[in-house]
């Protein structure tokens, strides 16, 4: 099946790409999809612990079963997790 | 035509439509309106150190959208007769200019104020929105640590400056 | 011709004026401005009970507009890098419409709130300004306690309240 | 010596009067000109014990001196010296 795997900000940059259709096997997980961008663009590897995802404009784990047509976006830690004075 | 109480826009942000949109909702709940607080976050001009030039913001614009109606489900929880509008700016931001407005509306001041810091503190824990700047030498990313959007922790940490 | 920070006017009140005039101000300061905390005080439907058909507010103009200057200066001393606007409105105002707005600027969000709110507890505490109130059935003046502009225990109660 | 008394809100309604060119003595204080507008309005008197005062747009006390051409106002208690969630 097909999903369209999205990045953001710095993964963005990392992967060189900003959404790709990915192709996966029908009982793929996010978990799936990210394993299929870090074969193609090892450099995200690097923020492999620091990612949150959502499936479909919706927060999800990387557990979270995926469907064909599915929009699967990882995203890096968002910038004002910081203290009040930030 | 009024404007959306949660959005995520590349134009210039105003105050004035969300006042707007948070009064006329207030105004037929618990005791009415009385007091509108609101929150303009705005670029500036130095980061740790660094001079910066401009930032450029980037979301998940559809999950954002989201995560701002569920804050206000949050504060709802909490002071039921309250309402909320959030509106991010993405795309290039100058110096001066808004990156985020909040408003919201209460039937009193201290209300008002509450919602209005609570919802600050839980967009910038969970609202998928990076800042990108650019400063005088160079450019980086901006980023904090990971912020689970179910994490009563951090919520309650939001409440807890809110109500301080 | 930008806004003067501290007015009494007969004319609806707007936000965008004011957040100007502090971000301007809170630019060149300290950090700069990155945070905009305003307040906009609303004439309710209800108040104690009573169905409110509108509001006349008077003032004494000159003394209030150098209150609020005052007020100004009371938050500088405590946050020196912030800055402050308050516009009062004075005359017949509607259900809905803005008795006063005030805008307070500073680098970080969590100063913003509190100049923000320490002005509009000194500003109902101290501003010679009345309130007309119009209630089906009759009208009376609503009156407060007598506050004395230099009494200490109020201005520290201020500061609690935006402190907390 | 001629000042202008000026009332404001319940006052201004209790004295029937909103500014008034009143006659004093030259050594007058603010307690003067109140002692002036309460032989002419008596119903003044009610808010003696709440009334606070201003001289030329400065607050004043009762025995602030006051001096020809004066503005010399009584003010009520203020609307919004109450609780925070008023």
């Known amino acids: 099946m097909r999903v369209t795997v999205v990045c953001f900000a710095r993964l963005r940059?990392?992967?060189g790409l900003r959404e790709w259709r990915c192709e996966l096997p029908s009982d793929a997980t996010v978990q799936s999809a990210w394993n299929a961008l870090a074969a193609r663009a090892p450099a995200v590897d690097a923020m492999r612990t620091a990612i949150s995802c959502a499936v479909n404009a919706e927060f999800a784990?990387?557990?979270?079963?995926i469907r064909e047509g599915d929009e699967v976006a990882f995203l890096p830690p968002v910038s004002g997790g910081a203290p009040a004075h930030s | 035509m009024s404007a959306p109480p949660f959005a995520v826009v590349d134009t210039p942000l105003a105050v004035e439509?969300?006042?707007?949109?948070v009064e006329s909702a207030a105004r037929d709940r618990g005791e009415g309106c009385g007091a509108v607080c609101t929150f303009v976050g705005i670029v500036r001009a130095t980061h740790q150190g660094r001079r910066v030039r401009h930032l450029e913001y980037e979301a998940h614009a559809a999950l954002t959208v989201k995560v701002f109606a569920r804050i206000g489900e949050e504060a709802a929880e909490r002071w039921p007769a309250s309402t909320l509008a959030i509106h991010h700016r993405v795309g290039r931001i100058e110096i001066g200019e808004a990156s985020v407005v909040i408003?919201?509306?209460a039937a009193h001041r201290a209300e008002s104020f509450q919602v209005c810091r609570y919802a600050i503190e839980r967009v910038k824990q969970i609202a998928p929105v990076w800042k990108h700047e650019f400063f005088e030498g160079g450019d980086a990313w901006v980023e904090g640590p990971v912020a689970d959007p179910a994490d009563d922790g951090l919520r309650r940490e939001a409440l807890e400056r809110a109500c301080a």
Chains 1, 4 share one sequence.
Do not use: I, K, R, Y
Not at chain 2, 17 to 21: E, I, N, Y
């Open chain 2, 103 to 105: 408003a919201a509306a």
């Open chain 1, 61 to 65: 784990t990387m557990n979270t079963p």
């Open chain 1, 13 to 15: 940059d990392l992967a």
């Open chain 2, 17 to 21: 439509p969300l006042v707007v949109v």
